[in-house]
């Protein structure tokens, strides 16, 4: 059994460097190494992994963190990290082996629960709304619409946060819809969580603006602490897309998009003293501290600020941040999420 396994790893480290090297040179697209991977995964269950020896599997890949960052920095489109994730949760799986993520001190295992079944956006009107224009991961909007009635004729190119994610937006927008101030958005890429929160202002009858900062070239200040991204990702996104698309939420009058570093290019065009609602989703430490220096002094009593990616394999440099504002940042509440993200409640202005 070990020598099939054995087999199987070795030879799938070999297609997996040849396969990267042909998609940064143009003649491999990224759904097929996706498709590799997930043959991998249905190999590893036939082949009952969890019956062999995790030691001697693990030497063959799992203590190889460094080949699986090469993986992931070389795909720069998005999927980066689910490409080499299916491969390497699979083995932990059926291993009990940990994901080789010794940077930063950030354990990970496979923590999705098969139990919590609830669906509790199916019966919300207004995020039924949402769904029926935008069709976030992990909806199945054909299954929705045959059992739910939701209609399947939403896009499903808009954004990369999942339908979880999505929800504990819609929900922390619901609990500041009282307090006075505006939101504001770090990380647009093609505006799907830039519309449900204008949506929610539209929904709930609510005053304010919704500020939507992006570069539109990228992720932005990469660094050390950083274990994915190295700069650029996300770049396939145009403003005036974003614009037109946001239009089916709400009034142009209701948003702004800042095109732009924030907040070193951008944070004077941004003239809210009072802001209520925070997102941010930039992918790295750095961009992600700034926006927290700048913005939490605004955020009002009661207000919200949320991080994408908080635990999340690869992007460790904001599980860093995250953990290190929970212990710096005063008159605070932290809620951290096992779905990606993580969210804190300001107790004092």
Known sequence: MISKITNLLSGTLKILKSQIKELISGKRKTDEILDISKDIHRTLVKL?????????????????????????????????????????????????????????????????????????????TGFRQYLEKVIPPYYNSAVEEKLSGIPNTGDNTKTLVDVYRCWTLWEALRGVKDIDGDCIEIGVYRGGTSALMLHSLEFFNQSGT??????????????????????????????????????????????????????????????????????????????????????????????????????????????????????????????????GQALFIKKEA
């Not at 990290?81 to 949760?89: C, V």
């Not at 698309?245 to 209701?254: D, E, I, R, S």
């Not at 908080?310 to 008159?331: A, F, I, R």
Request: aromatic share 10%.
């Open 48 to 124: 009952d992994v969890a019956n062999v020896d995790a030691t001697r599997l693990g030497n063959i890949i799992l203590r190889d963190p460094e080949l699986f960052r090469q993986i992931c920095n070389s795909i720069r489109n998005g999927w980066s990290i689910a490409t080499g994730g299916i491969f390497l949760h699979s083995v932990q799986s059926f291993s009990g082996m940990p994901i080789p993520y010794g940077i930063n001190k950030i354990k990970h295992r496979v923590n999705l629960s098969m139990f919590n079944t609830y669906a509790p956006w199916l019966d919300d």
């Open 210 to 339: 919704v500020y939507l900062c992006d570069t539109f070239s990228g992720v932005v200040k990469a660094g050390k602490r950083d274990t994915a991204y190295v700069g650029g990702e996300h770049a396939d996104t145009e403003i005036e897309t974003v614009e037109q698309f946001l239009q089916n939420f709400g009034p142009k009058t209701k948003f702004k998009i800042v095109k732009g570093i924030y907040p070193d290019e951008t944070k004077e065009q941004i003239p809210s003293k009072k802001i209520k609602f925070i997102h941010i989703d930039v992918d790295v430490y750095q961009s992600a501290k700034d926006c927290v220096d700048t913005l939490w002094p605004l955020l009002q009593k009661g207000g919200v600020m949320i991080f994408d990616d908080y635990g999340v394999q690869g992007l460790e440099g904001v599980t860093q941040l995250v953990n290190e504002l929970n212990d710096s940042l005063k008159n605070s509440f932290l809620l951290t999420m096992h779905n």
